[in-house]
C-alpha cells in the first residue's frame, strides 16, 4: 500500500518556511509519497490556518488526520526533538577536532622537523583563536556567563570585555611567531586567573553554571572545558616564555 500524506507549507516570494522543507524531506525519508501545497501568498496562508482552526504552518496530514506541524510530524515517527536541546559539547568538540585538523594540515605542508611539537603549538593557537572568535561574536553574551564565575570580571565588568581580545592575541600571537616576551605573559595571566576562578567556582563553591567559552549562548557546562582552556593557555604561556629565553 502507497504512503501517501498532504503538506500545506508556506512558499512565497518574501518567504520559504524551513519548517515546510524539513517536513517534506521527513515524510519522503519516512517512505511517503507528498502531496505537496504551496501557500503562495499571506492571504493564503490565514485563510488556510481560519479553515482549519491552526494557527501556525506547515500542517501534515495523513490518512485524512492531521498531524501537525514538524514537532508534531517528528513526535508521530517515534523521533526525538529536532535540534540541539539541552547541555552539550557539540561545540566544543567541533572547535578542537577543526583546530587539530587545522594543526595537522598546516604541519603536514610546511613543518620539516619537529613534527609533534609543532602540531601541538598550531593545535593550541588555532583552538584559543577560534574560542576566541565565539566569544566575540556576541561580547555582551560572552560577559553575561563570564562575569557570573571570573574572578577578575566579578571586580571589573570590562576585563570580561578584555579577555576575549586577549585570547585572539596570545593565539594569533603565536602563529605569527611573535617574541615570547609579548605573548606568553598575556597568555599566562588570563589562563592563571581562568583556571583558578572555574577551580573556585564549580569544585569549591559547587556551582551548576553554563561556560562561556564558547560565547555566552552555549550550553557546555562549566567544568573540565573551561579548565582545560586555561591550563592550555597557562602551558602555552610558558612555552613561550621559556623557549624566548634560549
Known amino acids: 500500500m502507497e504512503l501517501r500524506a498532504k503538506l500545506y507549507r508556506m512558499h512565497t516570494d518574501e518567504h520559504i518556511c524551513p ?18 501545497h504551496k501557500l503562495a501568498s499571506r492571504e ?8 482549519h482552526e491552526v494557527e501556525t504552518t506547515p500542517q501534515t496530514f495523513i490518512n485524512g488526520e492531521r498531524i501537525g506541524g514538524y514537532d508534531d510530524l517528528r513526535e508521530y ?8 536541546t539541552g547541555t552539550t559539547y557539540t561545540p566544543v568538540i567541533a572547535i578542537f577536532s577543526v583546530a587539530l585538523l587545522m594543526a ?8 620539516q622537523s619537529n613534527f609533534f611539537i609543532q602540531v601541538i603549538e598550531l593545535f593550541v593557537a588555532f583552538s584559543m583563536s577560534l574560542l576566541a572568535i565565539q ?32 585570547e585572539a592575541f596570545a593565539g594569533i600571537g603565536m602563529l605569527a ?23 573556585k567556582a564549580v569544585y569549591i563553591d559547587k556551582r551548576e553554571l553554563k561556560c562561556a567559552c564558547v560565547g555566552g549562548d552555549s550550553n557546555v557546562p562549566l567544568g573540565i572545558v573551561s579548565l582545560t ?12 616564555l621559556s623557549t624566548a629565553m634560549i
Not at 515517527?77 to 540541539?84: C, H, N, S, T, V
Not at 595537522?104 to 613543518?111: H, N, P, T
Not at 582552556?229 to 613561550?240: D, K, R, V
Open 19 to 36: 519548517y515546510g522543507l524539513r517536513s517534506k524531506d521527513l515524510l519522503k525519508r519516512e517512505g511517503y509519497q507528498v502531496e505537496d
Open 135 to 166: 566569544k566575540l561574536k556576541d561580547l555582551y553574551s560572552f560577559t553575561n556567563s563570564f562575569i557570573t564565575y571570573d574572578l577578575l570580571a566579578m571586580r571589573n565588568i570590562r576585563y570580561g570585555y578584555i579577555y576575549p581580545f586577549a
Open 44 to 51: 493564503e496562508t490565514d485563510k488556510f490556518k481560519n479553515e
Open 104 to 111: 595537522l594540515a598546516i604541519a603536514y605542508a610546511f613543518v
Open 177 to 199: 611567531g611573535l617574541s615570547g616576551y609579548l605573548v606568553g605573559p598575556v597568555s599566562l595571566f588570563i589562563g592563571t586567573v581562568g583556571a583558578v576562578s572555574v577551580f
Open 77 to 84: 515517527f517515534d523521533l526525538g526533538e529536532a535540534g540541539q
Open 229 to 240: 582552556e586555561n591550563l592550555f593557555m597557562i602551558a602555552a604561556g610558558l612555552w613561550m
